[in-house]
Protein backbone atom coordinates (compact mmCIF):
# COMPACT_ATOMS: atom_id res chain seq x y z
CA UNK A 1 0.00 0.00 0.00
CA UNK A 2 1.02 3.55 -1.07
CA UNK A 3 2.23 5.68 1.97
CA UNK A 4 1.60 9.85 1.92
CA UNK A 5 3.53 11.87 3.43
CA UNK A 6 2.03 15.61 4.07
CA UNK A 7 3.54 19.03 4.16
CA UNK A 8 2.52 22.61 3.75
CA UNK A 9 0.21 22.99 7.00
CA UNK A 10 0.90 25.86 9.22
CA UNK A 11 -0.93 29.32 10.47
CA UNK A 12 -2.42 31.57 8.29
CA UNK A 13 -4.08 35.35 8.63
CA UNK A 14 -8.02 34.71 7.50
CA UNK A 15 -8.05 35.53 3.48
CA UNK A 16 -4.41 34.00 3.45
CA UNK A 17 -3.68 31.04 1.03
CA UNK A 18 -1.72 28.04 1.80
CA UNK A 19 -0.68 24.93 -0.79
CA UNK A 20 -0.83 21.45 1.25
CA UNK A 21 1.58 18.60 -0.84
CA UNK A 22 0.96 14.93 -0.70
CA UNK A 23 3.68 12.93 -1.49
CA UNK A 24 2.99 9.11 -1.83
CA UNK A 25 6.03 6.41 -1.72
CA UNK A 26 5.19 5.16 -5.33
CA UNK A 27 3.47 5.77 -8.56
CA UNK A 28 0.11 6.91 -8.53
CA UNK A 29 -1.05 6.53 -11.78
CA UNK A 30 -2.73 4.17 -11.13
CA UNK A 31 -5.02 4.88 -8.26
CA UNK A 32 -7.86 6.37 -9.77
CA UNK A 33 -9.05 8.78 -6.36
CA UNK A 34 -6.54 10.79 -4.03
CA UNK A 35 -7.84 13.47 -2.18
CA UNK A 36 -7.75 15.45 1.29
CA UNK A 37 -10.08 15.21 4.27
CA UNK A 38 -9.75 17.31 7.74
CA UNK A 39 -10.65 16.59 10.99
CA UNK A 40 -11.41 20.06 13.50
CA UNK A 41 -11.12 19.17 17.10
CA UNK A 42 -14.16 17.92 18.48
CA UNK A 43 -15.80 17.27 15.07
CA UNK A 44 -15.71 14.21 12.18
CA UNK A 45 -13.51 13.83 9.88
CA UNK A 46 -14.96 14.82 6.10
CA UNK A 47 -14.06 15.20 2.75
CA UNK A 48 -12.53 18.82 1.25
CA UNK A 49 -11.92 17.33 -2.26
CA UNK A 50 -11.27 14.52 -4.15
CA UNK A 51 -9.59 14.11 -7.59
CA UNK A 52 -8.99 11.41 -10.15
CA UNK A 53 -6.63 9.61 -12.59
CA UNK A 54 -7.85 12.10 -15.48
CA UNK A 55 -8.07 14.85 -13.05
CA UNK A 56 -12.22 14.83 -12.53
CA UNK A 57 -12.72 16.56 -8.99
CA UNK A 58 -14.97 17.33 -6.64
CA UNK A 59 -15.35 19.77 -3.90
CA UNK A 60 -16.96 19.88 -0.35
CA UNK A 61 -19.19 23.19 -0.65
CA UNK A 62 -17.97 24.92 1.98
CA UNK A 63 -14.33 24.93 -0.15
CA UNK A 64 -15.71 25.18 -3.50
CA UNK A 65 -14.52 28.75 -5.45
CA UNK A 66 -11.74 28.71 -2.33
CA UNK A 67 -9.37 25.82 -3.11
CA UNK A 68 -8.58 23.45 -5.77
CA UNK A 69 -6.94 20.02 -5.80
CA UNK A 70 -4.29 18.93 -8.48
CA UNK A 71 -1.99 16.12 -8.95
CA UNK A 72 1.30 15.42 -10.28
CA UNK A 73 0.99 11.71 -11.46
CA UNK A 74 4.83 12.03 -13.05
CA UNK A 75 5.69 13.03 -9.72
CA UNK A 76 3.79 10.81 -6.93
CA UNK A 77 2.34 14.38 -5.59
CA UNK A 78 -1.19 15.80 -5.44
CA UNK A 79 -1.51 18.86 -4.23
CA UNK A 80 -4.48 21.28 -2.41
CA UNK A 81 -4.31 25.09 -3.06
CA UNK A 82 -6.37 27.14 -0.20
CA UNK A 83 -6.82 30.60 -1.16
CA UNK A 84 -9.39 32.84 0.99
CA UNK A 85 -9.04 30.91 4.13
CA UNK A 86 -11.44 31.31 6.73
CA UNK A 87 -11.46 30.89 10.56
CA UNK A 88 -13.37 27.55 10.22
CA UNK A 89 -11.24 25.88 7.81
CA UNK A 90 -8.58 25.49 10.83
CA UNK A 91 -8.00 21.44 11.19
CA UNK A 92 -5.81 18.74 10.47
CA UNK A 93 -5.54 17.77 6.66
CA UNK A 94 -5.29 14.34 5.44
CA UNK A 95 -4.38 12.94 2.59
CA UNK A 96 -5.95 10.08 0.97
CA UNK A 97 -5.65 7.72 -1.40
CA UNK A 98 -8.40 4.91 -2.51
CA UNK A 99 -9.01 2.71 -0.83
CA UNK A 100 -7.92 2.94 2.47
CA UNK A 101 -4.49 4.66 2.29
CA UNK A 102 -4.02 7.88 4.88
CA UNK A 103 -1.39 10.68 5.77
CA UNK A 104 -0.55 11.74 8.95
CA UNK A 105 -2.16 14.43 8.84
CA UNK A 106 -1.01 18.01 8.80
CA UNK A 107 -2.54 20.81 10.56
CA UNK A 108 -3.94 24.59 9.49
CA UNK A 109 -4.59 26.90 11.35
CA UNK A 110 -6.54 30.22 10.47
CA UNK A 111 -6.37 32.68 13.01
CA UNK A 112 -5.62 36.93 12.93
Known amino acids: QVQLVESGGGLVQPGGSLRLSCAAS????????MGWYRQAPGKERELVAL???????TYADSVKGRFTASRDNAKNTVFLQMNSLKVEDSAVYYC??????WGQGTQVTVSS
Open 96 to 101: YAFPMA
Open 26 to 33: GSIRSINT
Open 51 to 57: ITSVGAT
